[in-house]
C-alpha cells in the first residue's frame, strides 16, 4: 500500500510539471522561431552544413519553419500521453488498458521523433540550398530515442497483455 502511495504523489507531482511542458513547449518553440528568424545569418546558425550562400525567400523561411513545428508534434503528443499517463497513476490506475495505451502512445511518440530528427532537418537543408546540398546526420540521440521508443512500446503491449489477464483474473474472484 505504501507503494501505491508514492506512486500516486509522484505521479501527481509529474502531472502538473507534464501539463506546464504542454502549455510552455509551444511558446517557447515560438520564441525560439522569432528570435532566428530574426537574426540576418539564421540559416548559416541552424545549418553550418549549409556552404552555400543562403538568402531565403519568405516561402523557404516558412517552409522550414512548418518543418520545425512538425517535429514538435512528437514531442507534444508524448507530452499529452505523459499527463494522461500520470493522471490515471495518481488516482490508481497503474495496470489497466488505458495505462498501458498511453505508455504505447509515449513510445510511438518517442519513435516518430527519432525519425523525424533525422528526416526533418535534410529537407529543411535542401529547402535552404534549392536542393544544392542533401545531409543525413544519424547520432547518438538516434539510437537513444530509438530504443527508448522501442522499449516504451515493446512494455506497452506487454502491460496490455498484463492488463487483460489481471481483468479475467478478476472475473474468477
Known sequence: MANSERVAKL???????????????????????VILVRAP?????????????????????????VLAIVV??????????MRSLFGNYRR??????????HI?????????????????PAIQLMLLTSG?????SLNDNFIVFTLAGGFLVTIGWAMREAAELAEEN???V
Open 41 to 65: 545569418d539564421w540559416p548559416q546558425a541552424v545549418f553550418p552544413e549549409a556552404r552555400v550562400e543562403v538568402r531565403p525567400d519568405w516561402i523557404t523561411t516558412g517552409l522550414v519553419i
Open 11 to 33: 505521479a501527481s507531482w509529474l502531472w502538473w510539471v507534464v501539463a506546464l511542458l504542454i502549455y510552455a513547449l509551444p511558446v517557447i518553440y515560438f520564441v525560439i522561431i
Open 170 to 172: 478478476r472475473g474468477f
Open 132 to 136: 544544392h546540398v542533401l545531409s543525413f
Open 92 to 101: 490508481g490506475d497503474i495496470l489497466t488498458e488505458s495505462s498501458a495505451r
Open 72 to 81: 514538435a508534434l512528437p514531442v507534444l503528443h508524448m507530452l499529452i500521453e
Open 104 to 120: 504505447l502512445g509515449i513510445g510511438r511518440a518517442i519513435l516518430s521523433l527519432a525519425v523525424l530528427k533525422v528526416v526533418v
